[in-house]
Structure formats: structure tokens, C-alpha cells
């Protein structure tokens, strides 16, 4: 069960990492604007309205929370795949408090914006529940390990 959790963790990595590419580079490399805009359905009017400060600062905090998410894909897939699979109950509590974090705060940043991603939030969500629900049930429950840890 240890290692199905893992896995399933090691795809929530993947899908934040390929999120967070695809934005850094659909707004640094395209020149275009934070997506923010259109999942906060934004008319063409009221983009238009906004002032050019005010366009730049979302781009800006776009930049900033996606390549913080992108790094933080990066950072857990080891922690992950070597330590959490190995049994490690500290990995299981960092992954607890660090992805469990950023998924309770994804849901209170897009009540700004009327939940405009939380169907992504909710993948993400329920991806993160399940795979460190396995990885908790399997580290805290099982006999193997336990009887692993006491040889």
C-alpha cells in the first residue's frame, strides 16, 4: 500500500509540474497573459479596463506561484519516491504539512476568483488525500514494517 501511495503522490507531483511548466511558459515565453484572467472569466472588456500596473502584477505573482510550484514538484518527487517508500515517517509528515498546505490554500486563493480552477483543485485534492491516506495507513498500520523496524 506504501507504494501505491507513492505513486499516487509521484502523479500529483507530475501533474503540478506539468501545470505549472505549461503556465511559466505560456506567460514568459509566449508573452501572454496570466491565465488567471480567463479562469476568473474576465470579459474582453474588463481585461481591456485593467491598467497595464495592474496586468504586469498578475503576470508577476503568476510567475512567482508557479515557478514555486514547479520547485516544489521538483523538491517531493525524491522525497517521494526514495524516502517515503522506504518507510520514512518524517518524509510522510513534511508531505503532510507542505502539499497538504498548498492544497488548502489553492482552495482559499481561487475563492477570490469564484473557485474559477476547482476542478483542478479538486483532482489535486483528492490525488493528494489518497495517496498520503495509503501512504499513512500502510506506514502507521502495517506489521511489516513495524516488524521490519523492530529486527
Given amino acids: 500500500m506504501l507504494k501505491n501511495g507513492s505513486i499516487v503522490l509521484s502523479i500529483w507531483c507530475g501533474i503540478n509540474f506539468v501545470l505549472a511548466f505549461i503556465i511559466l511558459g505560456y506567460v514568459i515565453v509566449l508573452k501572454q497573459n496570466s491565465p488567471i484572467l480567463q479562469v476568473a472569466s474576465f470579459s474582453e472588456a ?3 479596463s ?8 498578475l503576470n ?5 506561484y508557479n515557478s514555486c510550484s514547479l520547485v516544489v514538484s ?3 518527487w525524491p522525497l517521494i ?3 517515503l517508500i522506504a518507510g520514512q515517517k518524517s518524509a510522510f509528515w513534511m508531505l503532510v504539512f507542505v502539499i497538504g498546505f498548498i492544497e488548502v490554500m489553492a482552495f482559499f486563493a481561487s475563492s477570490y ?3 474559477g480552477r476547482w476542478q483542478v483543485n479538486v483532482v489535486q485534492s483528492v490525488l493528494y488525500l ?4 495509503l501512504s499513512g495507513w500502510s ?3 502495517s506489521k511489516e514494517i513495524k516488524n521490519e523496524f523492530n529486527q
Fill in 113 to 115: 476568483i469564484g473557485h
Fill in 139 to 141: 506506514l502507521f498500520n
Fill in 74 to 76: 521538483v523538491l517531493t
Fill in 46 to 48: 474588463e481585461i481591456a
Fill in 50 to 57: 485593467l491598467s497595464a500596473k495592474t496586468i504586469a502584477a
Fill in 60 to 64: 508577476c505573482f503568476t510567475i512567482l
Fill in 81 to 83: 519516491r526514495k524516502n
Fill in 130 to 133: 489518497v495517496g498520503i491516506g
